[in-house]
């Protein structure tokens, strides 16, 4: 439902032409390079192909919960946005399939049913990004995407869909990922440290000399994915797991000593925990 007092702007292009910028306008094809249009509404605008590339949408409000601006139901497909500035952005049912979101700014935007198709979103920042899960609600859709080098510390994407996508020295620290589908997508050299996993789609996924400190995968099958060089030696990497968690080759693959010493190397505060676990048994061991 579009706003009793829909706010309609104008600007003038990249090109010199002047746009009026409304719901449900049509823009396509129009050269929008670096415009600053924090309270413009276009909810349900067609932006297919458009040059939106360091464009500003954001109003600078971080203390809301909710995001500011309107680009509810918008097309965005094959739109080159990048370096843009979406961040707490409701981008609900925007249709940004095939567009350019190179480096773009998403922090904080609200994703229900929006569709990242076959994007480009190298080194896009999606941290705190968020959708409503829950029955009914569709979650965003990001297959086939690249999503290599982004950031998406603290988000909710559950029932996400990463299917085929390229997402290579990812940051997923923290992130709520349960149900999330990651078929066949390149996640090698990822940080899920902190992260969950329950019952993730994980077939044919590629998560190699990825970080799996105190992640949670509780009911999730990882028979079928690549784990290699990931350390899964529980009184180091802290990793929650049950009885409906499935190994490849059914069980964890238990590391040797050059990799547990690179591990500590590489994560000091596994070594502080086994210093720590060392001292209380050596005082245990004196009180015998």
Known sequence: MLPREALVTQVVGSDGRQYILGPRVSLVGADLHGIVCQDADLSFADLTNADLSGSSFWNGDTLSNQ?????VGAILRGANLEGANLGYVDLTSADLTGSNLRGANLRGTKLDKTN?????????????ANWKSRPG???????DANLSYANFSSAR???ANFSNCNLSHSNFRWVKLNEANFSYAKCDHCDFSMAELRKAKLQGTDL???????IDVCGTDLTGCNLSRVFLEDEFSCIKC???TRWPHGNRTMPIE???LEYL???PRALRRLEKKNERTSRELRRM
């Open 208 to 214: 190699s000399d990825s970080e799996f400190t105190s």
């Open 258 to 260: 050059s990799e547990i």
């Open 157 to 159: 994407l559950e029932n």
């Open 116 to 128: 990242f198709t076959g994007a480009g979103m190298t080194r896009a920042d999606l941290s705190d």
């Open 137 to 143: 609600v569709e979650s965003a859709n990001f297959s």
């Open 242 to 244: 049950d009885g409906d």
């Open 265 to 267: 190397r590489r994560n």
């Open 67 to 71: 995001p500011k601006n309107l680009l």
